[in-house]
């Protein structure tokens, strides 16, 4: 089956301006969540999807957003963009939530100018 | 809340030779454990898990780790790396019995395999 699809992959934005990412869990899947990756924080919690409720968000300014949709897709929208906020975000899903299935996208690369 | 330290940022090994990547965890309770994998440019792979029951894991590619309460660790091992098996490897915790579905990652160790 398909795995999970992030898209973009590569986006480059300028600062100030704002971003919107997309996540397509696998099929039946209906956890979704988001994690940040830079080589100075390190992997951090975002957020966490099921049923389009955000169950969980992790310690973020309110320029992070997310939401679901009734497909189980997700977006994550960072607003008023910093350098800081390059990073690789990645998500995950998974059927319930259950941290054991959580399956991995590939990631896509923002980078801020 | 829970917390993940791996001691070695960085671990060369020769290809054919055994390797060990450590892992600590701070958990009150019994934790869920994991270990992932990441290729440059990749998102993160799953290599094995630890939930409950056998303390001695076993994983894809050959690799198993051992939980021991006792040390609060959750150490990785393979006997026999090749040369496919250089990446970056995270440890991650899940806070069991709670709501949070969240995992907490170690900084990861970079595994370096020379011929």
């Known amino acids: 089956k398909a795995g999970v699809t992030q898209t973009p992959r590569y986006l480059i934005k300028t600062r100030g301006q704002q971003v919107t990412l997309s996540c397509s869990p696998i099929?039946?899947?209906?956890?979704v969540s988001w994690y940040q990756q830079t080589p100075g924080q390190g992997l951090q919690f975002l957020f966490e999807?099921?049923?389009?409720?955000?169950?969980n968000k992790g310690n973020f300014p309110g320029r992070f957003s997310g939401r679901q949709f009734s497909n189980s897709r997700s977006e994550m929208n960072v607003s008023t963009l910093e350098l800081g906020d390059s990073a690789l975000y990645l998500c995950?899903?998974?059927?319930?939530?259950?941290?054991?299935?959580?399956?991995f996208g590939s990631g896509t690369r923002l980078t801020v100018v | 809340a829970q917390s993940v330290t791996q001691p070695d940022i960085h671990i060369t090994v020769s290809e054919g030779a055994s390797l060990e990547l450590r892992c600590n965890y701070s958990?009150?309770?019994?934790?869920?454990l994991f270990w992932y994998v990441q290729s440059p440019g990749q998102g993160l792979q799953l290599l094995l898990k630890?939930?409950?029951?056998?303390?001695l894991v076993q994983g894809i590619k050959g690799f198993e780790a051992e939980f021991k309460r006792s040390q609060s660790s959750f150490n990785l091992r393979k006997p026999s790396v090749h040369w496919s098996d250089a990446a970056e490897y995270f440890c991650a915790v899940g806070a069991s019995g709670s709501n949070d579905y969240k995992l907490s990652f170690g900084a990861g160790t970079t595994v370096t395999v020379r011929a």
């Open positions: 999807y099921f049923s389009e409720t955000q169950r």
């Open positions: 995950a899903s998974s059927q319930t939530g259950d941290m054991g299935g959580y399956t």
């Open positions: 099929s039946g899947h209906r956890s």
């Open positions: 630890y939930f409950s029951g056998d303390t």
């Open positions: 958990y009150g309770a019994t934790p869920y």
